[in-house]
């Protein structure tokens, strides 16, 4: 943990959550390290709160046999609490509260659990390693000095501890280290610098090593019999069994100094800007789902815009700032648009008159004024919009730029809707400005998008078998779709497509999660919709990026939801984006056919898993005839945009006549299927053109089946019977005034 509550008031660490992985980096390492990854909890930050410790601890401790090795890492903050005579230690994790420990003292994780529920109850062998910075605490108003705890009591001669113990000091973090100094060596030791003849490395010779580096006071250990054997890593081992000799330490004059991500030190404010802004809803701590309100709530009649006035009153008490205003310039002249109370134009009239021509953000200082932070928000050739913040805190404005972008992403972001929704927008405005941002703030944003997705609905629309007889029109199959919530009838585009933005981990970490959820819903929907005895259900298709068909864990993922979810795998047909690039990353290795690399993934996929392929957006983004024509694929869907092309007649039967290719050229029996999506009344090219192209499926309104989380036995009689006088062309052009009205949803 790298922060704790303000609560607890203890300063930030720069580096315990890095430890963290690195630690469990080197000890799952397939190559030198001895624990299996499929058995090793990594706990950061949010997810490191003490329920869920207690809870992952005491199941391990219950259900742990004589043979098995337990390894207990933390890093970050200890606390020293004194209540009502008695006294104990606690790691400090998100979720403790100072000011609940006196009545509830079991809400954190006390070392006495440690010791009586865990380290005493498990029956092997255990190894404890604690790295806890001591820092200032205000414990009752008084300032008190957290020493590292000491560790007593009865243990097991199967159980090794090593402990930091810092007396006097700041917080033991070397900057030039890159990790907390404790750690350093422990990492040092695990990769080779305390392995023995034959290159291991044990808890033993791990402590021994560490206790002998020059840190002032020297840390505590205690090595029981087993920790002097047990093998931690094997980083000398090599194929011939032989150890390896470890290089000669650097000399005294020469330092090695990491190179720093400029916003790595900005991190902390940053993040804790973000949750003055964005509050978590007290609900959705309890729930783990999304909230859905901002900072500023909802209303019984739904979500509310946010004032001008209430974004500057927000923004000021964030930036701990004297006032905050919106203003209009136009020419050498300005307004004020909306300010907070404390805002008095008068006495700042002398600095803010010289920013009217300002491209980008600035400081202004001069006289009692003090410091005037001013962020252009709109440029333009009559006025201009400025943000002005008057004495923000020191710590922000020494992020320079980045807090310009972040101001400007706040203001233009709707803070009604869900709060992870406008964290997510402000990182991710950061990412497109900055390019690579710091671990922290990229794993906080991958745990918010998560979060998010989890909160998803889905809802269904039919495609349509269109036909001459009306008893012929059918729904043919579905299309699951992703919704903020069941009630909101538009796609979440913009969060969507961000993941983009993050690159392939977000990409999987989305089509995995909206794969699951679509699975799980339209299998109850069928069951609500046809009970137990109705017969399969209908094939459905789910959107998939194509980095997502190239990751292993995504076709895992396909695999496990829809065994569970008891449907037939031929049923279900993932759609490819046409807007996704079939190509290689620059340090992959395709070969000179992207194409027939992708077409052969497709094939494994589909042999192991046997479901079915879409080639979905046609005629946008990457569409080509090649692509279409190659891939092995079972149904092409046409987008809406190609309807009002020019020459869309001639395309969709160029679509048409590439989707029987395999049948023409005797490689199949049945050609692929064509799908046109997003037909409506107006559009273009009508029913009896589609279906006389030889295209037998639509989705759109023109059906009058709009996309909900419910399923249909069948289509209603009047609109079979409508859409089947449309594809015979009984209508003609005047078919509009007598159809029978839909209304449709954007």
Known sequence: MNRSDADVALP??????????????????????????ANAFLRIGDKADAWSLRSLLRTIAIESARSDTLLIYFAGHALTADWNGVVDDYLVTPDLRRATLREHPDEGLRMA????????????????????????????GQPQQIEMMPISGRHSKQHSLLMSAPTEGSAREVGMLGHGQVTKHILDALNGKAADDEGRVTFGRMADYVVGQDIDPKPGQSVQ??????????????ASGAGVSMSDPLPADVRIVPLENPLERSAPAILDLLSQIFPPHPSSARSGTSSTTGAFGATSEGQRS???????????AAMRADAAALLEYTGPTF??????????EDDLHHLLRRTEHAGSARVLEGGSAGRVLCVPLRQGMASSLVLVVVNPAQNLLDMGEPLARIMETIWRTDLSGPVEKGEIEVLTGLRQSFGRLPARLYDRCFELYRKMLGSFSMVFQPIVTIDRLPRQVEIHSYEALARLNAADPRAPVDL??????????????????????????YDEAHLICFGDNEGAPRPVSINVAVRSLLSEGYVD?????????????????????EQDPIAPRIYEAWGDDSLAYFHQRLVAIADRLDIRFAVDDFGVGHSS??????????????????????????????????????????????????????????????????????????????TGERPSPVLKREMGREMRERIAALVRGDHGRDRAANRTPIRRSA
């Open 12 to 37: 930030s660490l720069r580096y315990a959550e890095s430890d963290a992985r690195a630690v469990h980096e080197v000890l799952t390492d397939p190559d030198t390290g001895t624990f299996d990854s």
């Open 113 to 140: 659990f440690l010791r009586g529920d865990v380290l005493d109850k498990f029956k092997g062998t255990a190894f404890l390693i604690l790295d806890c910075c001591r820092a200032g605490s205000d414990i009752d």
């Open 225 to 238: 019999s087993w920790g002097a054997t047990k093998v931690l890593t094997r980083p000398g081992r090599t």
């Open 306 to 316: 946010v004032p001008n006035n209430d974004k500057a009153e927000l923004l000021c």
């Open 335 to 344: 307004r004020t648009i909306s300010a907070t109370k404390q805002f008095h």
């Open 496 to 521: 969507i497509r961000l993941a983009h933005v993050w690159g392939d981990r977000f990409v999987v970490e989305r089509d995995k999660a909206i794969l699951r959820k679509a699975i799980e819903s």
């Open 557 to 577: 993922e396909v695999e496990r939801t829809i065994a569970s979810a008891g449907l037939r795998p031929s049923a279900v047909t993932l759609e490819i984006s």
């Open 625 to 702: 005839v090649s692509r279409m024509a190659e891939l092995p694929l079972t149904q092409i869907k046409v987008d809406r945009a190609l309807l009002r092309h020019p020459s869309a007649y001639q395309e969709l039967a160029l679509v048409a006549s590439v989707a029987r290719q395999p049948v023409t050229l005797g490689h199949a029996a049945v050609g692929r299927s064509v799908v046109v999506e997003g037909v409506e009344d107006d559009s273009p090219i009508t029913l009896e053109q589609i279906y006389g192209i030889g295209i037998r499926h639509v989705q759109g309104f023109i």
